[in-house]
């Protein structure tokens, strides 16, 4: 019995566990959330929900006193509700994608629907996904302004009950949005060519004046609204590239007026009044999100401030209230808490809880995600997240760092992850770091990672890890390396090039060929192939010398590959090249999990219990209490 306790106290002090600890079953992290995004009617009366059911996303509306069902919409497998508009009280306008796995780009069938919140006077509009939303004309409640991209913007009116089109406007701009003042005039427009340039445009008279003009990655100069006199227009603004500020543009007198800057990240977030004449504040997401207050004297600003106090220790997302001010719809979330929905009443002074996404989990037992940043080897300032376990003391704890997918555009972000609770539920200290190439942090830092895809993005991941051992926190005899999609190429390529790192490794669902995924759906058109060509190696020696799977004879890390038979967005021949590789020098991967129906990224709980079940016994074997003290790559 002695000896029996001895041997449980040292696992204890391995992983770094609270002896009360509860191992929450892995389904827990991946079962289907309550709902997924949620809208209020103009009236506060009624709200939108949609809810992911194992394959699909359905709709619902429901009354907001009492919770009854009005309507509901489902459209089938790998079919996902997505852009739910309120045009009125009573007609919501839709969109349904298409998306085969849990890490895949939703893509667009083409159709837009209307309906009745009842379910009644439904209408198909065909090609009426490819229009975003710009306006409602409350002067002619049958219609809404809309815009769409072919070789140029167009600016036209929707008939939301017969799906009718009238062109109002078109604009030189390939890749194109709109903005209009509050009598519906289109005032600019702007958005990217095909090749990659940034544009904005001004309406004088009944022509467009080019005000902005840059490369792909440089400055940005974007109008998102206008003050009340329809002078005054709001601008995000991003001098040679650097994070955005929003100023307000006399647009007679050209003068700016600085407003809100963060220095560190652009804007996540805008918060308009009610009459959507008054910005009233900015969120920025610079490690945890917090609200930077505009119109601090406006009565709206003050009920939306109290709320954020309200809620210590939470972030807030506020969606659209009523048209009246009275009702204040948000979404309420933390690092161990997942979403949860609030009506605030501004008469009667009450919040009101909606409901829940994950009620099942506990925040007491989650762990906390720390924002942090450190210099890479080049003195580029890099930010991130470290998760430790819950009740461990963390220090010298085994250390999973895991890369985002992308690369560039997605950022991590502070909120509950259900895969790194997961993984910090075991007794592992999971490492985030957003690497140069990642968005959010301005159009120049994205810049830093395009054809640098695995040689210096690779190397902020190895410095983020050298942080984390200097700090204390990461056993450096215990690190491994995981991702999906882009993060599985990063985990491939930076076991690669840092043999000696890393005591195992993980891709799901990742690009190991950079040639072999040049064929991919992205290069399905003009956009897609100029982006390919802005950020990929140009050269083919550069691809292959960026290409894991050309690297393999340099690997020591054990191997444990993920992938979907059915994924499209990165083929399954980037897996079974590897693993070809691989044989070519006398190695194979420990662990090889494939699913015959999945996609990019597995959605079926079971499925997933299996996937992860698995990922965690080789965590475990490698730099857990089952690891031995053989170093990485040892038989």
Not at 118 to 136: E, F, H, K, M, W
Not at 539 to 555: F, H, I, M, N
Request: charged share 25%.
């Amino acid at each position: 019995m002695r000896l029996l306790k001895g041997m449980l106290l040292v696992t204890m002090l391995v992983l770094g566990f609270n002896a009360g600890a509860r191992e929450v079953p892995i389904q827990d992290f991946f079962k289907d959330a309550e709902f997924t995004a949620l809208s209020l009617s103009p009236d506060g009366k009624h709200m939108a929900v949609t809810v992911p059911q194992e394959d699909r996303t359905v709709l619902a509306v429901l009354r907001v006193a009492d919770k009854g069902v009005v309507g509901k919409w489902d459209f089938g497998p790998d079919r996902h509700f997505r852009q739910v508009y309120w045009v009125n009280n009573d007609r919501l306008l839709f969109t349904v994608t298409f998306k085969t796995g849990r890490f895949d780009f939703e893509t667009s069938k083409g159709d837009m629907y209307a309906s009745n919140i009842d379910g009644t006077q439904r209408i198909d509009i065909p090609n009426g996904a490819y229009y975003n939303i710009v306006s409602l004309t409350p002067e002619d409640p049958r219609t809404i302004l809309v815009e769409r991209s072919v070789e140029t913007s167009y600016l036209s009116k929707l008939d939301i009950y017969n799906g009718r089109l009238v062109t109002v406007a078109t604009a030189p701009v390939e890749q194109g949005s709109f903005l209009v003042d509050h009598e519906r005039n289109p005032r600019y427009v702007w958005g990217a060519m095909n090749d990659g340039t940034n544009v904005t445009y001004r309406r004088d008279g009944d022509k467009w004046t080019q005000v902005h003009r840059s490369e792909r990655n440089g400055a940005t100069y974007r109008p998102i609204g206008f003050a009340g006199d329809n002078r005054h227009v709001y601008m995000a603004k991003g001098v040679d590239g650097k994070p955005e500020s929003i100023v307000l543009l006399d647009s007679e007198t050209r003068e700016e007026e600085q407003l809100s800057s963060n220095g560190t990240v652009s804007p996540s977030a805008l918060l308009w009044s009610s009459d959507r004449k008054t910005l009233l504040g900015v969120q920025y997401e610079d490690g945890i999100p917090y609200w930077d207050w505009i119109a601090r004297d406006h009565p709206e600003t003050l009920a939306y401030a109290g709320l954020v106090k309200a809620f210590p220790g939470k972030a807030i997302s506020f969606l659209r209230p009523s048209d009246d001010g009275r009702f204040l719809a948000m979404r309420v979330y933390s690092d161990q808490q997942p979403p949860e929905a609030f009506l605030f009443d501004r008469q009667a002074g009450k919040a009101s809880f909606l409901t829940g996404s994950m009620e099942w989990i506990k925040p007491a037992e989650m762990s906390q995600m720390k924002p942090i940043s450190f210099k890479a080897r080049d003195g580029l300032e890099l930010h991130g997240f470290v998760t430790i376990p819950a009740g461990s003391n963390g220090k010298n704890l085994p250390l999973i760092i895991n890369p985002h997918g992308g690369p560039h555009g997605p950022r991590d972000e502070w909120g509950f992850n259900p895969e790194v609770q997961l993984l910090a539920n075991r007794g592992y200290a999971v490492l985030q770091v957003n690497y140069r190439g990642s968005g959010g942090y301005g159009n120049a830092f994205e810049g830093l990672g395009y054809r640098k895809w695995g040689t210096v993005m690779q190397d902020d991941l190895t410095d983020a890890v050298k942080w984390a051992v200097a700090q204390g926190i990461a056993d450096p005899k215990r690190v491994c390396i995981y991702g999906a999609s882009y993060g599985g190429y990063a985990a491939l390529m930076s076991a690669v090039r840092e043999p000696d790192l890393y005591q195992c490794t993980v891709g799901y669902v990742g690009v190991y060929d950079l040639d072999a995924q040049r064929s991919s759906d992205i290069g399905d058109h003009e956009a897609g192939r100029n982006y390919l060509k802005d950020v990929y190696p140009p050269t083919k020696a550069e691809r292959v010398a960026q290409s894991p799977a050309y690297g393999v004879d340099r690997l020591k890390a054990p191997v444990m590959l993920v992938h979907g038979a059915k994924d499209q967005r990165v083929p399954i021949k980037n897996m079974n090249f590897l693993i070809d590789q691989m044989g070519k020098v006398g190695r194979q991967p420990e662990v090889v999990v494939v699913e015959s129906k999945e996609g990019h990224g597995f959605r079926d709980v079971q499925n997933n219990v299996n996937l992860y079940t698995k990922m965690l016994a080789f965590f475990d074997k490698h730099i857990g209490p089952g690891a031995t003290s053989a170093p990485a790559g040892s038989p």
